[in-house]
């Protein structure tokens, strides 16, 4: 059962410290998400990629926050110095898009990586 | 702006009754429409996808309509469980040169014995 995976579930920690999150997506997708959800924002998109490139972090603070796909196994969310407001779930999905953008296909979610930064 | 807009913000009905979930956008131009189900601690899941030709999508008791002319569309819920319980996020997808997903801000339901 293909699912997306994602590590740390839940992670503490103190503020100025790094926090990097971490997504296998599902073989054979060729675009991954990265979102953020709190209790006042709902789902945010902060950053995706497609064949692995960057297509738009325009919803990622730039000075911070850092999205990487160093292959087709693996991408990262990284967050340097973390702060309390960073605090929330960050989600990372998973889909197969055609080239023009549009697609009818599902876009599978991780169960999330809960953080809380003190 | 392109939004999503769902009501009603949360919900509570009895287990075996029925339910109908609305959302409204403004997003443009439209690519397709789809309801998630997001249990409480875990990640979004798939219930339905609409393009702009269908107007409505079953997947079990979960029916979605779809009407493009007024931008509107309805998750209804037929003979509620308790395991219905959990937030149902409506998201449209928008294509303006770059595929993005606009997320309404999801009803809670509550479903009671």
């Known amino acids: 059962d293909a699912r997306v995976t994602q590590t740390p579930r839940h992670k503490v920690t103190e503020m100025g410290q790094e926090v990097t999150m971490r997504c296998q997506p599902i073989l054979g997708h060729n675009t991954v998400f990265w979102y953020r959800q709190t209790m006042m924002q709902g789902l945010e998109l902060l950053a995706y990629?497609?064949?692995?490139?960057?297509?738009?972090d325009s919803g990622m603070p730039k000075d911070r926050f850092s999205a990487e796909m160093p292959d087709a196994t693996l991408a990262t969310l990284k967050i340097q110095p973390s702060e309390p407001r960073d605090s929330a779930v960050y989600f990372c999905?998973?889909?197969?898009?055609?080239?023009?953008?549009?697609?009818?296909?599902?876009?599978?979610f991780g169960e999330g990586s809960w953080l809380t930064v003190v | 702006k392109n939004q999503v807009e769902q009501s009603p913000q949360s919900l509570i009905i009895l287990e075996g009754k029925n339910c109908t979930l609305q959302c409204n956008y403004t997003v443009s131009p439209f690519s397709n429409l789809r309801w998630y189900k997001q249990d409480t601690g875990r990640g979004p899941v798939s219930l339905t996808i609409m393009t702009f030709s269908e107007n409505t999508k079953s997947n079990g008791r979960y029916t979605a309509t779809l009407d493009a002319d007024t931008k509107q569309s309805s998750l209804h819920i037929t003979a509620s469980q308790l395991s219905d319980s959990a937030s149902y996020i409506c998201v449209v997808s928008a294509t303006s040169g770059t595929y993005k997903y606009i997320f309404g801000t999801g009803t809670r339901l509550k479903v009671l014995a």
């Open positions: 999905a998973s889909g197969l898009v055609g080239n023009t953008g549009r697609s009818g296909n599902t876009i599978y």
């Open positions: 990629f497609r064949n692995r490139a960057p297509l738009d």
